[in-house]
């Protein structure tokens, strides 16, 4: 079965700085989907970033990147130039190749401080 | 437009009623799902439906019944509810493995 583990339940940063979540995973799968997903205090998911597992270049979306080490099954998050509105919890999924359910790890609350 | 859209946002019931919680998506997806967050804000899938039909039922007690009338839709009924019941209850749909899409979630309250 697979898993999804985010070791760093809580991090802040401050403004303006960069930050590094990190998630690891288990999988047996060779082509699978990874996530990322924002959970501001609206409650509300919002994806953040995609990465396809057979893709060996890293996801980007403005200042969101991802360091995908498939070797090591690591797939960590990191957020440029911080800003008080990325502040949320986060949380890193791992999706089968065929589509179907997210598996999510626990999620790291992300303070932004002025 | 909202694209999954689920109903009430809010729910305070005592225990033993039934409740029921609506989910509705205009992205034309082909499936749906209900996802859990406990009160650590773990979020676990409970069930997934591809066109009205059941493919995912993650260990949920048997009190807890979704309904897909149409693939548009999936409903999720609850009966005997217990405090352990307490959670965000999340309708998603997706299309493949592109992404899924949230609803705003339904905290649900048992008293």
């Known amino acids: 079965a697979q898993t999804v583990t985010q070791s760093q339940p809580e991090m802040s940063v401050q403004e303006a700085e960069t930050v590094t979540l990190s998630c690891t995973y288990d999988t047996s799968e060779n082509n699978y989907y990874l996530f990322w997903y924002k959970q501001p205090p609206s409650r509300q998911m919002i994806l953040v970033i995609r990465?396809?597992?057979?893709?060996?270049q890293n996801a980007t979306e403005n200042r969101f990147s991802v360091n995908f080490q498939k070797a090591a099954k690591s797939f960590s998050l990191k957020i440029s130039d911080s800003q008080l509105g990325d502040t949320a919890m986060y949380f890193c999924?791992?999706?089968?190749?065929?589509?179907?359910?997210?598996?999510f790890g626990q999620g790291t609350e992300l303070s932004v401080k002025p | 437009d909202t694209a999954v859209s689920q109903t009430p946002k809010y729910l305070v019931t005592q225990m033993g009623n039934d409740k029921s919680i609506k989910c509705e998506q205009n992205l034309g997806h082909d499936t749906m799902y209900w996802y859990k967050q406990d009160s650590k804000k773990f979020l676990k899938i409970m069930f997934s439906?591809?066109?009205?039909?059941?493919?995912i039922n993650e260990t949920v007690p048997n009190r807890f019944s979704p309904k897909s009338p149409d693939k548009a839709h999936l409903n999720l009924h609850i009966n005997s509810l217990e405090l352990g019941d307490s959670a965000v209850y999340f309708c998603?749909?997706?299309?493949?493995?592109?992404?899924?899409?949230f609803g705003q979630g339904t905290r649900l309250t048992v008293v």
């Open positions: 999924a791992f999706m089968g190749y065929q589509g179907g359910k997210l598996i």
């Open positions: 998603a749909s997706s299309q493949g493995a592109i992404e899924a899409f």
């Open positions: 990465q396809e597992a057979y893709k060996q």
């Open positions: 439906y591809n066109n009205k039909e059941l493919i």
